[in-house]
């Protein structure tokens, strides 16, 4: 039994010095928008952007604001309204009469085999001019100059496609807790760095902000190919990468910001269609995801405190490099570093809601997104 306990301590540790490491190195290598000089007009392509909304009229205006507000030069915005049932497309044309950029589509009915959000987005695709296209959604801000910055930065690197990691609005204890934990298990599980490299499958695709060339976005098979996929964002990224074009990933921090869900529960309840879908809804990958969540970062605790000699000094050094890496993520997203020390108690929420989002969708028989029922058997056949 205790040469069980070294060899697993002994992993867990190896863990988190091998790929922990390499990733938080990795992390600190990639661009930060506000380091990249804006481009000039000159160096200005056509871009659109485009995005759906659903019942999003409490969200919508202020978003609006920053996006009438963006200093580019070439520029429109296509907004696609998403069968809503609240005052979301009276919004959106009230405020098209006065702003001659945007562009507002009416979706009535979802045809079958679509998703709404991907359908929404291929609507709004197929009524842009835009020589590069920005996905972004309905509830995100930015600031004036994000989009010079950005296509400043896809020249620089010779991208094809640019997703930024944008910062996220946290209010209170648990919310904090729970979304600083989300940066620390979306780096170590996606390594952003890595998906600028080539020869590297890692892909990312991040829904407030995917910037990529029309051209790359069409030979890739456009959202047609993601008509049935809930992570269409990240899947994106995927399809992008396996296309053979060079994606790239920067740090926004405020340049854009978004309040993804308000309140602990509502973040838990937000996530429900999301984290089994991420999985491709095999219970395989959500065992064995919950085992590394907790077996990585919880009981290493446990270790420290009630295990000798090894298993101690293991353990201490995967809480020592976890706790670096969450400070870190910390910083970027301009929280108190102390919040490191609660990572333990996030991965016991993020394997909680990754449990609940795997019971719901099978107890359902599907997920329910935006008023509307899709069955299991299509979500599956439709992962990407």
Known sequence: MHLFGLVLFGFIASFWIFHG????????????????????????????????????????????????????????????????????????????????????????????????????????????????????????????????????????????????????????????????????????????????????????????????????????GTHRRLAFEVVDDMKLGKIVKQSGFRSGVGISQDAVVVRWHAGLGNIVRGVTKNFFAALGYNLAFVAAAVAALLLTNVLPIAGLFFGHDWIRVFSAIAILIAVGFHAGVDVVTRTSPLYALTYPLGAIFFAYMLLRSTVITLKQGGIVWRDTFYPLDELKRGVV
């Not at 661009?31 to 007009?41: C, G, M, N, Q, R």
């Not at 871009?47 to 920053?66: C, G, Q, W, Y």
């Not at 098209?96 to 009416?106: D, G, K, N, Q």
């Open 21 to 220: 490491l390499r990733v938080a190195y990795g992390a600190w290598q990639l661009p930060w928008i506000k380091e990249i000089a804006p481009a000039v007009d000159a160096d200005c392509p056509s871009v659109s952007i485009l995005f759906a909304a659903r019942d999003e009229e409490e969200k919508l205006p202020a978003a609006l604001e920053t996006l009438s507000a963006l200093d580019y030069p070439r520029l429109e915005i296509v907004a696609v309204d998403d069968r809503s049932q609240d005052s979301t497309g009276r919004v959106l044309d009230e405020f098209a009469r006065t702003h001659p950029r945007l562009h507002v589509v009416h979706v009535a009915q979802l045809p079958p085999g679509w998703l709404g959000k991907p359908h929404g987005l291929q609507k709004a695709y197929e009524a842009s001019t835009g020589e590069w296209l920005l996905f972004t959604d309905a509830d995100v801000r930015f600031s004036r100059d994000v989009l010079r910055r950005a296509i400043a930065l896809a020249k620089q690197r010779n991208l094809d496609h640019l997703t930024l990691l944008c910062d996220v609005e946290m209010v209170g204890f648990w919310e904090t807790v729970l979304l600083t934990f989300f940066g620390l298990a979306f780096y170590i599980a996606n390594d952003p760095y890595r998906a600028t490299n080539p020869k590297s499958q890692m892909y990312v695709g991040v829904g407030a902000f995917q910037l990529l060339k029309r051209s790359a976005y069409e030979a890739s």
